[in-house]
Structures are given as structure tokens and as C-alpha cells.
């Protein structure tokens, strides 16, 4: 399941918009500045952030800490993220350092700038892996963004556009964020009115490229902050509809106190009056926004399982069957006029490290149908992964490969680069579907939770299969809600686009083999 997705981007927008900052009239880096947060969400205490500004020589240092703990269904997960940036007095980026733990799993990502180029190092589990690419002379980090926005003030209705950099998003593209000045307002600041101006920043996914913006691109994240009259953040909020965070300037030691994790796993489940049988051939479905969800519905993917219709902004049909498995059974692995990403390999699926090649080496070669190959890969993935963990944090295919340690991410992206090794093209999905009843303990007759799969390509069309769920000819409550190429555009980027629904659509069974369904079947 995504239960880390929304937390993850969450994160990564309020290190961009909550950085101290010092007197707008005097645009120069503080010595020392510290700020400490309580962190809320869903209005609930659970836990706190710390930011440090500094000048270090010609040098400013910002140091960003964020620690939450959420509970996933009865048991407890902590979080923590640090975000570390260097760079000129004038706003310029030097180096960044970025690291993530999810339970027991540390993950790092280290970048240098230099002549219009970024170096990043990624690290987990001990392997660490280095790759250069362009970087966008714009893009500012924590104290060139401060200084972008203190040359503009705080007069209201001022707009102005930033770019930032975010390798989790993008290793090769820059974030683009308009931020807005609103007027002073008196705001609750934890039981004390305070004068403060409101300051919204608006920034949009599908500008990080990939093969996801398209997906992405109508997909915007808000954050509203009020700032006090030296640009420091007071208040600042996110909404994602599943996951609302609140965080308020506060003291030390009220930012350390105790809180009450709220529950962000059982919460994005999906219920249904209608239960649809293992067997069942095909299905439709009737996929709506909740009331006070955001925006519209996105456009779902045509695959070989289904198709999509709107029917209004809000709303649309999702008719869902199985794959002809007979039909395509005598089919040879061929990657005739597929793009080069569902092939090659690349930092989250790579397919060319030396531990997958080695467990591919058996299915390497063989004159087998590739549907045969297929099955064969699932099934090996499936039972390869034996701790089926969600305490992993999207991990890669050789990670995967050398732990074996994982949730329906690591089975996706594992499978999708045994699959690349053996010339097989492969990518991953994103979507939903349905879950062992009872799982939740709702007494619905179905609930359908938040998931990823993969597809491989045969005989000219994208076939899914799915290693998490032990299925190679998957059941009809698969729902497509993304694909996902597994490329270098960033593995956050390619899975945000799951973000217009994630706990924010309701889903009704409209068929059943063709029939209309009823409650209680």
C-alpha cells in the first residue's frame, strides 16, 4: 500500500515554504537563527520541526529537522527527515543533503552543484549509487528562496515565481512554485491572536517533467503560510485532502511534548456495499470525489485491462476485465516500438546491477513464450521477497534484490527490473485494489485500498501482473488509477499522480460479469 506517499510529499513543501528567515529590510543571512514547530496532523499533535539558518564564513547553512509519528492501523511508525542545504551568501546553491528514515530504513540523497551540473549520491542499505545531471541555473534552495521573497516585501497581491530543486521529484527538472502575498489578518496561533500576513504558495507537480506531468500537471499542491513582519513563518498549512498538516512557532519545549499520532493507514481504505468474486471475468465501477475533495478527476489510463469514461469534472467509469491469457500465450519477448525507459535501466528499476542480472540468469535466453516468462518472473519475485514489511521507504530493485525485504512498491519494482534484465519491457502501476475482507474490520462487503503493480509488454500490449498479491492473471478489482515508467524522472514524481484520489474517492460497484451489481452480493 502507499501509506508513506502523502506523508513524503507533505514533507518535501514544507521544507521549501517553512525556512527561518531574518528582517526583510536587511536581506543578509542571520548568524544564528533557530525556530521550533509544533507539528499537527489532522489536528493532532504529532510532532515537531526545527529549523536552523546560519552564516558559516562566505557560506549560509540551512539545517530543516521534521520528526512525525502517525499510527498504521494499531501499530506506531516514526518518521524522520532532515534537510540540509549550503549555498552563497547571494542565494546561490552549493550542496544538498537530504535524509529520510520510515521505520527502521535510512535513506540519503546527497547532491553538489557545480558548472550548471548537479552530482547526486543516493544511499540505502548500505549501497550508494552516484549520477550527474543538468541542473537549472534558477532553482533556489532554503535561503535563496527567503531572499527571492524579502526583495519582493510583503505588500499584498504581490505575486512572484520560484524554482526549486527536489531530486525525490526530479533528478533533471526544476519544481516551479508561484507564491502569493495576501493581507495582514489576526490568526489563533495556539490560544494567542497574532498579527500576521497570509502568504500562499502554490506549486505544481506535472512541472517536474517525466512521463507523469501529464498526469500530474493538474494536480496542485497549496501551502498557506502567515509570516510575521521578518518573513518568518508563524502558521503554515498543507491540505492533500488525506493528510492535513498544521505547524506553529513555538517554544522548544512544547514542540518536543508528547502529541497523539493520528491514524494514516486504515483511513485511505475504500468500502463497498458490493463484493466482487476472485473469478469474476469483468467489472465496472463508478469513481467519484468526495464533496469536499479538490479539483477534478483525473483522466485514468487506457490498458489492456481497462477503459475510462467521464462523465462529468468529478466523476467517471472504470470498466475493468481480464487479461486473454490464450491469446498471447505464444508470443516472444520482443521490445519492437517500445520507448527506451520501459527498457533500460535506471536508479529506482536497474535492471543492469550485477545481483539482478545474476537472479535473471536462469530466465535469460530461454526460447519460452513470453507470457510463460511472465508467470515465471512473478511467481520468483513473489517468493523472493520473504519479509513483507511496510517499513521501507520505495526502495530500489538491487535494494530489493540484496534485503528482500518489502511492500507492493519493492514487489513492483523488483519484478519490473527482472523483467528489463531478460529484455522483457516492464513498468509499474498505480492504483487500487481489492483487499482480503475484514481487513479493516468495517463489516463492508469489499474494501479496496491504494496499491502498486506491474505491467510487462507482450505481444504489443501492456499486460499486468502482480507479484504483492500472488496473481499473474490479476482479478478484475485492479483499478489503474497511473503507470508509471520507473524512469530517472524521480520515483515521488511518477507515483504523485495516485495524489488526486488518494483518500479522496469513492467508489461504486456498477457491474459484475456483465450484470448490474446489487448490495450485498
Request: aromatic residues 6%; hydrophobic residues 40%; negative net charge.
Amino acid at each position: 500500500m502507499l501509506r508513506y506517499l502523502s506523508t513524503r510529499i507533505v514533507l518535501l513543501f514544507v521544507f521549501a515554504f517553512a525556512a527561518p528567515a531574518t528582517a526583510a529590510d536587511i536581506p543578509k543571512p542571520p548568524k544564528y537563527d533557530e525556530t521550533w514547530y509544533q507539528v499537527m496532523i489532522q489536528d493532532q499533535h504529532c510532532g515537531y520541526m526545527k529549523g536552523v539558518l546560519r552564516t558559516v564564513g562566505d557560506e549560509v547553512h540551512s539545517d530543516t529537522t521534521i520528526h512525525i509519528e502517525i499510527n498504521r492501523g494499531a501499530q506506531g511508525v516514526e518518521m524522520d527527515m532532515t534537510q540540509s542545504t549550503r549555498e552563497t551568501l547571494d542565494g546561490r546553491p552549493l550542496s544538498f543533503r537530504n535524509v529520510q528514515k520510515l521505520g527502521a530504513v535510512e535513506q540519503a540523497i546527497e547532491g553538489t552543484i557545480k558548472n550548471n551540473k548537479v552530482t547526486i549520491r543516493q544511499t540505502q542499505f548500505g549501497t550508494t549509487k552516484e549520477s550527474t545531471h543538468d541542473f537549472d541555473t534558477d532553482c533556489r534552495l532554503a535561503w535563496g528562496q527567503t531572499l527571492a521573497q524579502m526583495k519582493h516585501g510583503l505588500e499584498p497581491g504581490t505575486e512572484i515565481k520560484l524554482k526549486t530543486f527536489e531530486p525525490s521529484m526530479s533528478l533533471d527538472k526544476a519544481l516551479e512554485t508561484t507564491i502569493k502575498f495576501g493581507d495582514e489578518e489576526t490568526v489563533d496561533v495556539l490560544g494567542t491572536p497574532r498579527k500576521l500576513h497570509k502568504v500562499t504558495a502554490v506549486l505544481n507537480l506535472g512541472a517536474a517533467g517525466g512521463m507523469a506531468a501529464a498526469a500530474l500537471n493538474q494536480t496542485e499542491v497549496e501551502s498557506v503560510s502567515w509570516v510575521d513582519d521578518d518573513h518568518t513563518p508563524i502558521i503554515t498549512t498543507v491540505d492533500l485532502g488525506i493528510m492535513k498538516m498544521k505547524m506553529f512557532a513555538t517554544t522548544k519545549e512544547q514542540a518536543l511534548k508528547t502529541g497523539a499520532p493520528p491514524e494514516m493507514f486504515l483511513s485511505t481504505m475504500i468500502t463497498t456495499d458490493v463484493a466482487i468474486p476472485s473469478d469474476a471475468k469483468s467489472a465496472k465501477f463508478k469513481l467519484t470525489l468526495k464533496p469536499d475533495a479538490k479539483g477534478k478527476f483525473p483522466t485514468l489510463p487506457a490498458t489492456e485491462m481497462q477503459t475510462f469514461e467521464r462523465i462529468d469534472e468529478r466523476s467517471g467509469y472504470v470498466a475493468v476485465k481480464r487479461i486473454d491469457w490464450d491469446a498471447i500465450k505464444e508470443a516472444k519477448v520482443s521490445a519492437d516500438g517500445v520507448l527506451p525507459v520501459y527498457i533500460n535501466s535506471s536508479a529506482v528499476c536497474d535492471s543492469d546491477d550485477r545481483k539482478i542480472v545474476r537472479l535473471a540468469q536462469d530466465y535469460m535466453g530461454k526460447d519460452k513464450p513470453a507470457a510463460e516468462l511472465a508467470d515465471q518472473l512473478r511467481k520468483f519475485a513473489t517468493d523472493y521477497i520473504t519479509s513483507k514489511g511496510l517499513d521501507v521507504g520505495f526502495a530500489t530493485a538491487s535494494e530489493v534484490a540484496r534485503e528482500k525485504h518489502g511492500d507492493c512498491t519493492e514487489h513492483s519494482v523488483f519484478l519490473a527490473a527482472m523483467a528489463r534484465a531478460i529484455d522483457l519491457p516492464a513498468r509499474g502501476v498505480g492504483g487500487l485494489v481489492g483487499v482480503p475482507r475484514g481487513f479493516t474490520n468495517s463489516g463492508a462487503a469489499m474494501e479496496l485500498g491504494f496499491h502498486m503493480w506491474t505491467q510487462v509488454y507482450i505481444d504489443g500490449k501492456w499486460i499486468d501482473i502482480d507479484a504483492a498479491m500472488r496473481q499473474t492473471d490479476c482479478d478484475v478489482t485492479h483499478i489503474a488509477i497511473c503507470t508509471m515508467p520507473l524512469g530517472n524522472s524521480g520515483f515521488v514524481n511518477e507515483i504523485g499522480a495516485i495524489l488526486p484520489v488518494l483518500g479522496q474517492v469513492d467508489v461504486e460497484v456498477v457491474e459484475v460479469d456483465g450484470k448490474a451489481a446489487k448490495s450485498g452480493d
